[in-house]
């Protein structure tokens, strides 16, 4: 791969801009949304069920039930969220569907605990971007003069936030397009992405320490983590539904990551090092 | 030399644990866990009601339930149920995992019922059976408090087990005692005779003690049980999570397809790229997944499918390392050093930014294993092994085979 990155600088930021905006804008307008894992409810999802989608609804206010909201899956199943449902009401409401309905999944998260899991998601996500941060300044400590660790730190920051912000962002479009939803798992992808893109950064910002000095037209080899972008999309292909967001997630991610270490965080590092002489 | 013999070692050791039970030279069950989502089950969370309890005995009140509930879900037969207690702020949960169970509502009103203590009294000289004991009205209600003692007993050091009654109980007490004294009063737990202690003398201040040659073991194992009678709370559902198990037999096919394509086309990708060089490294992938697997069934990592989403992340970050060190190597020999010393050069030049960018998907790793529960921690745990293991085969034995081959 070479890659020509400083005559080009302007178009790879343009490119990163051109994912950014929408997604900030959908982070902004729209934020995400969040699974009972966070708001606590009840999801339940039920196959073989004869009656149009009128008919549910018309059932559930019959029973009181606090229906937020259906979503047709696959053929003849629909996944269902209610403010919330205990086991009594669940049976009292799947027999009153009809006596062929198959229960798929029952999910209950209590307010109390989901409040708690958004807590501990928020408090996981600061100190992953904290000790990452720490992180950086540590293996960036020994860059000799005339380089500034905090240059190397800073540019390795920006792609950190750049990658979450793409992901976050994008699962903003797709909350509000798609109905995808904000849960443990994402959290878990995200965090991984965030370890991802230093790992990136690191391995992009170790070839450009060595070749600082001349590198302004140097091919620029590395095929940084194709091996990992081959396998989730073999993931993502082949393997099951209940994870696919989260392979998605952590595609998206990787995918962002590779580029920012290559195209923003390695120009922007060069630019500002270039800068002061 | 010497890493010849490690990795060989490490290889043999990995394959033998890797061997189906019937072949291997000892004896230890080394089956995969399967975790809820593919085994299908039912995860609970319940929240313990501790208010009405003094706050130094809710932890004894919780342990006591906790056992209770073991008890309770071992009668239905579900294998390996997972039944632990956790701490969030000053309340107390009660985490029930059952796996492969079918009537979810059955057990979970089993689980939901308070345990039900009762003394009982019998007529009958040598009772042989439940049946020879009758309610007396003295109940768990009427019980205070039970712990292990060690210096109650006549010999000294000799655990015995101390009951507090309430001043209610102390009064029923003390009118049963003075109307059986040499005669065995039992105690039942749900309608199950828990023991029969001999009563020795009229206890009139509500404090007895149940001697007998227990050991600490035996003793707390009655305490907890008393008390699971003694401190009841109730608890409710405040987390529920049905997996089906056909869901799960589904996700198992489709990632273990995800994984078999994954690995092919990674296979293909190292050899077109880098000829012999690659699948050397392919070789090393081979024993990292061998390694791999053996170290789930040792240590064991419950198997979930966020988890299989990490191993396959894995694999792909084994071989990312290589990429970086064949890249190296490319390099070196451009600049046109000897094959031997660009071989050598290549995992050294490297070994510093392999070794860095690993360092930071520990660290967040980590973070997501203290984060998560459940699915989310196996993909920490996999994620985490994954990263050690390939350490070591991407570099160690990639390594030396290539010496192996370029030594010459």
């Not at chain 1, 950190?160 to 994008?170: E, I, R, S, W």
């Not at chain 2, 039912?42 to 009601?49: G, P, T, W």
């Not at chain 2, 059955?106 to 019922?113: C, W």
């Amino acid at each position: 791969m070479h890659v020509n990155f400083i005559k080009y600088k302007w178009l790879y930021f343009g490119i990163s801009l051109l994912v950014l905006i929408p997604g900030v804008f959908s982070l902004i307008k729209y934020g995400l949304r969040l699974s009972i894992d966070f708001t606590g409810g009840t999801l339940l999802e039920i196959s073989n069920i004869q009656s149009p989608i009128s008919n549910i609804q018309d059932l559930a206010k019959k029973q009181d039930l606090e229906l937020s909201s259906i979503q047709p899956s696959q053929d003849n199943t629909y996944l269902l969220r209610f403010k919330q449902l205990d086991k009594d009401q669940n049976e009292k409401f799947k027999s009153a569907l009809g006596k062929d309905v198959v229960e798929k999944r029952f999910e209950s998260v209590g307010p109390v605990v989901g409040a708690e899991m958004a807590k501990k998601a928020l408090l996981a996500v600061i100190l992953a971007s904290l000790a990452i941060i720490l992180y950086i300044a540590w293996s960036f400590r020994q860059i000799p003069r005339p380089y500034s660790p905090w240059k190397f730190g800073i540019s390795a920051v920006v792609a950190l936030l750049h990658d979450a912000l793409v992901v976050l962002g994008l699962f903003s479009l797709f909350g509000h397009f798609y109905q995808v939803e904000i849960d443990a798992l994402f959290v878990t992808a995200l965090l991984t992405v965030i370890g991802f893109s230093v790992h990136d950064t690191i391995v992009v910002f170790d070839r450009v320490r060595e070749n600082l000095p001349k590198m302004y037209n140097k091919p620029f080899p590395e095929i940084v983590d194709f091996s990992l972008i081959l396998t989730l999309t073999a993931l993502l292909l082949f393997g099951g539904e209940t994870i696919r967001w989260f392979v998605v997630a952590l595609l998206v991610g990787i995918v962002s990551g590779t580029y920012s270490s290559i195209f923003n965080a390695a120009p922007l590092l060069v630019l500002w090092e270039s800068r002061k002489k | 030399m010497r890493s010849y013999i490690i990795i060989l070692t490490v290889i043999l050791l990995a394959v033998v644990l890797n061997l189906p039970s019937q072949y291997r030279p000892f004896y230890r069950d080394l089956s995969l866990k399967l975790g809820l989502d593919l085994s299908g089950g039912v995860h609970l969370v319940y929240q313990a009601d501790t208010s009405a309890l003094p706050d130094s005995d809710r932890a004894a009140a919780v342990e006591a339930t906790r056992t209770n509930i073991e008890r309770r879900v071992n009668s239905l037969g579900v294998s390996e149920p997972i039944i632990q207690t956790s701490k969030v702020g000053s309340d107390y949960r009660l985490i029930v995992e059952l796996a492969g169970i079918t009537d979810i509502n059955q057990a979970i009103s089993l689980i939901g019922q308070t345990a039900q203590l009762e003394f009982r009294a019998t007529q009958v000289a040598t009772p042989s059976s439940a049946a020879d004991f009758t309610s007396i009205g003295l109940t768990g209600r009427d019980l205070r408090l039970a712990q292990v003692q060690f210096n109650g007993g006549k010999i000294a050091g000799q655990p015995v087990v101390s009951l507090e009654f309430s001043s209610e109980g102390a009064k029923k007490f003390a009118d049963i005692t003075s109307k059986s004294i040499g005669q065995p009063l039992a105690i039942f737990l749900d309608d199950r005779l828990v023991t029969a202690p001999t009563v020795q003398s009229v206890i009139s201040d509500g404090r007895a003690v149940i001697s007998g040659n227990f050991t600490p073991d035996e003793a707390k194992k009655l305490v907890i049980q008393l008390n699971a009678g003694a401190l009841p709370i109730p608890i409710h559902i405040i987390e529920q999570r049905n997996i089906g198990a056909t869901l799960g037999v589904e996700s198992i096919h489709k990632s273990l397809v995800a994984a078999a394509v994954g690995l092919v086309v990674i296979w293909l990708f190292m050899i077109v790229n880098y000829g012999l060089k690659g699948f050397l490294a392919d070789l090393a992938l081979v024993v990292y997944i061998l390694i791999f697997l053996a170290l789930i069934k040792l240590i064991p990592i419950t198997l979930t499918l966020a988890g299989i989403a990490g191993f396959i992340l894995s694999i792909g970050m084994a071989v990312d390392a290589n990429i970086l060190i064949f890249e190296r190597m490319k390099e070196e020999l451009r600049w046109g050093r000897p094959l031997k010393a660009a071989v050598e050069l290549g995992f050294h030049r490297a070994w510093t930014s392999v070794r860095d960018s690993n360092a930071s998907s520990l660290i967040t790793a980590g973070l997501i294993f203290w984060f998560g529960t459940g699915s989310v921690r196996g993909f920490a745990l996999t994620l985490a092994v994954g990263i050690l293991v390939s350490l070591f085969t991407s570099i160690t034995v990639t390594r030396t085979l290539l010496r192996l081959i370029y030594a010459r």
